[in-house]
Structures are given as structure tokens and as C-alpha cells.
């Protein structure tokens, strides 16, 4: 499958910003709050999303890697697929929040020091740009009215759930992107071990590990597997 047809396709003039939360309280980073959420029309499952973090992980030349190099995939292999992306490192002052990704332009920016930490193998780090690679890939069609305001939420959205929450989505395309099913069942009995090989928070390894016993996943899992 083409990397446009996983993709949607990019809406002219709209700049839509994601935000990643980080409780980060070491190094000096303080907390950041989880920002105001979003809701995507487009609802989509644990397997859904699972599917798709497969099929760019293949995309991006990584289905058999066990330990993802999410820098060289924000510095290097997007572009490949989308030429104007890029991966803009602002200084901490300058940017509200730990990351953003706007839409159009295609750009994700990041803290300078959560690239640095990112850069040195941190794991919340390299979560939080999992995370917006997450909201880059799967997100390009969000009008910007579906944004929840101060108020309240807008009337069409009110009966959106968890599965249309873009937030949740990111997280969930995060997990898979970085522990996908078949490394995380075969690691299932050593959640610290899963976490050392995927370069990820110990929480995510277990959540991941949880999660790839689902019957749902068996079908991923060991497709995954026997490549």
C-alpha cells in the first residue's frame, strides 16, 4: 500500500496544531498539561490503529526492527514520502508545548531538549515523538472547528467517545509504532526486558504486552511474526 493511500490527503490552507502532553519532572523539564482535545470523524479501534502502525512501520523499512529509531524516521524517512516535511527544533522558551504538529505546512515541532533526550535513547522523549508521528500520519483531514473550546464541547462532538478522541489515537499509534504486538507477546512474561528492547517507558511495555494478548491481535501478531 502507498504511503498516500495510508495517509489522508493533506487539506489545503488549514494548519491544525496537536499537542503532546509530557509528565516529565526529571532533567529539569517541568510537567506540561495534557492539551485541550480534538475528535477525529474517523473513528478507529486497538486493531484499526494497529494496522496502521504495521503498515508504516513496513512503509518506513522497519517491520522486523525491534528498537525504532523514531529520530531517523522523523529526520529522514518521511520525507522521503512527503518532501516538505520537516522536524523543526525550537528552543524551550519558544514553544508552549513539548511538541506540536501542524498540518500544513507538514511539520512537527519539538522542545530542544526533549529532541536532545530523544536523541540519547529517553524514552518518554522518544514516546512523545512517537506520539506526534502518531497525529502526523493519522490526522491530516481534522477541520479545525473540532477543536474543544473553554465552553465546552461543540454540539457535533458530543457524542464522540475514547475511539475518536485524537489524543488517545496518538497514544494508541505511539504504543504500536514503537512495541508492535508480535515483540510485545513474545516479551509478554518480561515487561522490564520489553521495555529495554523497544526503548520504551515501563508502563507502555506493559500496556503493550497487554494488550497483545487480545484475540483481535492474534491475526496481526503473527502475521507480524512470520516475517
Known amino acids: 500500500m502507498s504511503f498516500s493511500k495510508l495517509c489522508s490527503d493533506r487539506s489545503r490552507n488549514r494548519t491544525i496544531k496537536l499537542s503532546a502532553s509530557c509528565d516529565l519532572a526529571k532533567r529539569g523539564r517541568e510537567p506540561v498539561m495534557k492539551s485541550l482535545d480534538r475528535f477525529n470523524p474517523e ?3 486497538e486493531l484499526e490503529i494497529a494496522e496502521r502502525a504495521h503498515q508504516f512501520r513496513a512503509t518506513f523499512g522497519i517491520a522486523d526492527k525491534t528498537y525504532v529509531d523514531i529520530i531517523e524516521i522523523l529526520e529522514f524517512r518521511i520525507i522521503d514520502f512527503v518532501p516538505d516535511f520537516r522536524l523543526i527544533i525550537r528552543r524551550d522558551i519558544e514553544l508552549k508545548n513539548t511538541a506540536e504538529t501542524t498540518i500544513d505546512p507538514p ?3 519539538v522542545r ?10 529517553d524514552r518518554d522523549c522518544r ?6 508521528l502518531g497525529h502526523f500520519l493519522l490526522h491530516m483531514k481534522i477541520e479545525g472547528s473540532m477543536q474543544r473550546n473553554l465552553l465546552g464541547y461543540e454540539k457535533q462532538i458530543l457524542a464522540s467517545n475514547s475511539l475518536s478522541s485524537i489524543e488517545d489515537q496518538a ?3 505511539a504504543r504500536h509504532f514503537l512495541v508492535p504486538p508480535y515483540v510485545a507477546f513474545k516479551n509478554r512474561e518480561d515487561i522490564q526486558n520489553l521495555a529495554d528492547l523497544t526503548g520504551v517507558p ?3 511495555a506493559a500496556a503493550a504486552a497487554t494488550i497483545s ?3 483481535e491481535m492474534l491475526k496481526i501478531r503473527d502475521y507480524q511474526a512470520s516475517k
Not at 530542544?112 to 535513547?121: F, K, L, P, S, W
Not at 514516546?127 to 506526534?132: G, Q, S, T
Open 202 to 204: 515501563q508502563n507502555i
Open 43 to 45: 473513528s478507529l479501534n
Open 107 to 109: 511539520r512537527i515541532f
Open 171 to 173: 497514544d494508541i499509534f
Open 213 to 215: 494478548k487480545r484475540v
Open 127 to 132: 514516546r512523545i515523538l512517537a506520539h506526534e
Open 112 to 121: 530542544e531538549t526533549i529532541y536532545d533526550a530523544a536523541c540519547e535513547g
